[in-house]
């Protein structure tokens, strides 16, 4: 048997057990208890929750963004600047790149042959 035939088959009985207790109630204790349940779902009608009204809302959407702001303008005044370790855009190639670190050691050598002044150029072959 699982949970739910379990669930209801307790559901069953309850609804049993209550329609049995609403049918040998009195006539007075009925009537008392349809005066109760009308009185409850006018109050309901006529006072609707102020949680659901417009202005609550409009209140706690105010109080969000500002919230927000204030925030995003503590974050944006106090980020402290940033001091990377890599400033150009070469330099971050070096870093990131998976060849050995050798052939960077003779990096300027390998920029000055490829430059528009170097032997390379010129037509020289090394």
Same mark, same amino acid.
């Not at 409009?58 to 370790?85: D, E, K, R």
């Given at each position: 048997?699982? $949970?739910?035939?379990?669930?209801?088959? =307790?559901?069953?009985?309850? &609804?049993?057990?209550?329609?049995?207790?609403?049918?040998? *109630?009195?006539? &007075?204790? %009925? &009537?008392?208890?349809? +005066?109760?349940?009308?009185?409850?779902?006018?109050?309901?009608?006529?006072?609707?929750? @102020?949680?659901?009204?417009? *202005?609550?809302?409009?209140?706690? %959407? $105010?109080? %969000?963004?500002?919230?927000?702001?204030?925030?995003?303008?503590?974050?944006?005044?106090?980020? @402290? @600047? /940033?001091?990377?370790? /890599?400033? +150009?855009?070469?330099? =971050?190639?070096?870093?990131?790149?998976?060849?050995?670190?050798?052939?960077? &050691?003779?990096?300027? =050598?390998?920029?000055?042959?490829?430059?528009?002044?170097? @032997?390379?150029?010129? $037509?020289?072959?090394?």
């Amino acid at each position: 048997m699982t $949970g739910n035939d379990e669930e209801k088959r =307790f559901l069953a009985k309850a &609804q049993d057990l209550l329609d049995g207790v609403a049918q040998n *109630l009195d006539n &007075q204790k %009925g &009537q008392r208890l349809e +005066h109760i349940r009308n009185n409850a779902l006018r109050t309901a009608r006529e006072n609707p929750s @102020p949680f659901f009204t417009p *202005l609550r809302w409009i209140m706690i %959407g $105010g109080f %969000g963004t500002a919230t927000l702001a204030a925030a995003a303008l503590f974050f944006w005044l106090s980020a @402290p @600047p /940033v001091n990377l370790p /890599v400033r +150009h855009v070469e330099d =971050f190639e070096i870093i990131t790149s998976r060849e050995p670190i050798d052939f960077y &050691q003779d990096l300027e =050598f390998y920029r000055w042959i490829a430059s528009p002044n170097g @032997p390379m150029a010129r $037509g020289v072959n090394l």
